[in-house]
């Protein structure tokens, strides 16, 4: 995890190991959310594109939509750990490491802001990873399960890292239609207050 290159939070480049997992081919969309969550009063900035990701979902929204998920399918779905998700851009075990996730070149996998037209796009457009999966950078950035710190990386344990006991902030992660190149690379890191709903957040389902 982590780079050389950038910001104090993404140094030092260490190595983890994380159990087995399972994440989300694609970012979870609007019509997914409303199937699960029904007329809650939900709002997405881009409303009415039902296969484009979900936005304007605070954190704890998406943790409530888990709950509601879990309870209706008896699975044990979760937001990725920030380990997890970076492990999973890079492309895992079949990296090509790439600066982004599945290319070096942004116009082949993300939307962004020179050619998204300043909104989300249905998800799978793009071209996928080497994992097989979808929009890791782009679309929306993507909410992660640990709370933020700066210098997490300097304490992170090598074994299945979850973040900081104790924080403000939540970590997103991938870029979004918003920004230009700005976290879109994969080992870019931001922190987001959890309560807020922002059109250009949303997240991917772990497991």
């Known amino acids: 995890m982590g780079s050389k290159i950038g910001g104090s939070d993404k140094k030092p480049v260490h190595t983890v190991k994380l159990d087995g997992f399972y994440i989300g ?21 881009f409303e009415g594109y039902p296969d484009c990701p979900v936005e304007r979902v605070s954190w704890f929204n998406a943790v409530h939509f888990i709950i509601k998920l879990n309870d209706l399918t008896g699975d044990k779905y979760r937001l990725p750990t920030e380990a997890e998700w970076e492990y999973a851009a890079r492309g895992g ?26 909104m989300t796009h249905p998800v799978g457009l793009k071209k996928p990873n080497e994992l097989g999966i979808f929009d890791m950078s782009g679309n929306v ?65 772990c497991k």
């Open 25 to 45: 081919k694609y970012e979870v969309t609007q019509a997914q959310y409303h199937a699960v969550m029904g007329n809650d009063g939900h709002l997405n900035f």
């Open 93 to 118: 075990n079949k990296s090509l490491s790439f600066k982004y996730s599945g290319s070096d070149s942004t116009s082949d996998i993300a939307w962004c802001n020179y050619n998204a037209g300043s």
């Open 141 to 205: 950035w993507e909410w992660c399960a640990d709370w933020y710190s700066e210098f997490y990386y300097v304490v992170s344990p090598v074994k299945n890292p979850t973040g900081p006991a104790t924080g403000t902030e939540r970590v997103i992660r991938g870029g979004s239609w918003f920004q230009d190149s700005f976290g879109l690379n994969t080992t870019d890191r931001k922190a987001v207050n959890p309560e807020w709903q922002l059109g250009f957040v949303g997240f991917r389902l």
